[in-house]
């Protein structure tokens, strides 16, 4: 009952808190705090097939999407227009793997390994700013996670691991420049083994710059944009804005190069001794794709159905909105002054 009541306080503070199993866990493992990015929620960690954001793999076309059989032809044309993601094939496999024995996500593959993990969603974006949110919020989650988990018994003397992807990795490391935490020695805040962060911009990303210049050359575009069947020309833009924004918006701005809030971080440092900190990059900055699906040209051609009577079998292919995806590697990034090694690609992944 005592655990059950200490875990409430903690899930008043925060939203969809998820304790993993203390069962399993391996005596001397750390426990893993998983904290996510902008814009993600736990899901980002525990059940990515219902995300959009990152565990995916830009470099793949997708299949033509088969839409059935009717009696009538389609409206030769476009069927939509859509930003589409597609899963590595690793991840796909494993996600189709047998209930408990795959690791479809980062939350299944650290228990399989004998981790305790706890994780939980971020205060939303659009009503706290980040250094005023998240990061106030982290601080008061480790103190309580002392309190409430690692005081159990079967935590009793574990360690903390902070694994943040983007954005969380920041937070783990505002967290650990925090004045206080680095001068607690009662035991008020978690002992922390370990800071690993996934693509987070530790100098600062000039990709929160993206947001106003190319929604600004689209806006230029969008003028002069010649006029197309079913104004497919304004439909590919709107489209590119409303993603752009949804990526880059809210608070981007606090992580530009020499924001109050990196000044903060830099002033903040060293961060708390005897913690091992790793940063992992990649190379490819590209965040989603356009395509325009159009209906191939066996849809309308008419076969001869199992009933007899004529039927139509409706297929949409894909085809990427090239000059306008893949984003941002397919934009004119010299054009915009965007052509800063993190935005480059071979070089960042567009915040590292």
């Known amino acids: 009952m005592v655990m059950a009541a200490n875990l409430a306080r903690l899930q008043k503070l925060v939203r969809d808190l998820h304790v993993g199993s203390a069962a399993g866990a391996a005596p001397g493992k750390p426990l893993v705090v998983l904290l996510h990015g902008l814009g993600g929620d736990r899901n980002d960690w525990m059940n990515p097939f219902q995300e959009r954001n990152w565990p995916y793999d830009h470099n793949q076309d997708p299949d033509e999407i088969d839409m059935g059989v009717h009696d009538r032809p389609p409206i030769p044309g476009l069927p939509g227009i859509d ?9 796909a496999s494993n996600a189709r793997g047998a209930e ?30 980040f250094a005023k949110g998240p990061i106030a919020q982290c601080k008061q989650f ?28 920041l937070i783990g490391r505002a967290f650990l420049g925090d004045p206080e935490v680095k001068a607690d020695t009662r035991g008020r805040f978690p002992a922390v083994a370990g800071l690993i962060t996934l693509s987070s911009p530790h100098q600062g990303s000039h990709m929160a710059l993206m947001d106003d210049k190319v929604i600004t050359f689209l806006n230029t575009v ?12 304004n439909q590919v833009i709107n489209t590119l804005k409303k993603k752009i924004d949804a990526y880059v918006g809210a608070h981007v701005d606090e992580i530009e190069p020499g924001s109050p809030l990196f000044r903060t971080l830099q002033a ?16 490819s900055p590209r965040l989603f794709r356009l395509y325009l699906w159009t209906f191939s040209g066996d849809s309308l051609l008419p076969k001869k ?48």
């Open 222 to 233: 969008q003028k002069v944009v010649p006029k197309l069947p079913n104004d497919i020309g």
């Open 100 to 129: 408990g024995s795959d690791d479809r996500s980062w939350w299944h593959a650290l228990q399989r390994a004998g981790f305790p993990v706890v994780t939980y969603s971020q205060v939303p974006d659009l009503m706290v700013p």
């Open 305 to 352: 159905g199992s009933s007899g009577k004529l039927e139509f079998h409706w297929r949409a292919k894909p085809t990427e909105a090239r000059g306008a995806s893949p984003i941002p590697d397919g934009l004119p990034l010299k054009l915009l002054k965007l052509d800063v090694d993190e935005i480059l690609p071979g070089c960042g992944d567009g915040l590292t």
């Open 83 to 91: 930003t589409k993601y597609f899963l590595s094939p690793r991840l």
């Open 268 to 283: 903040q440092e060293p961060i708390r001794p005897g913690v091992r900190c790793i940063s992992v990059g990649g190379t």
């Open 142 to 169: 480790m103190e309580m996670l002392q309190q409430d988990v690692l005081s159990q018994p079967e935590h009793k003397g574990r360690k903390v691991v902070i694994l943040g992807h983007s954005r969380g990795g």
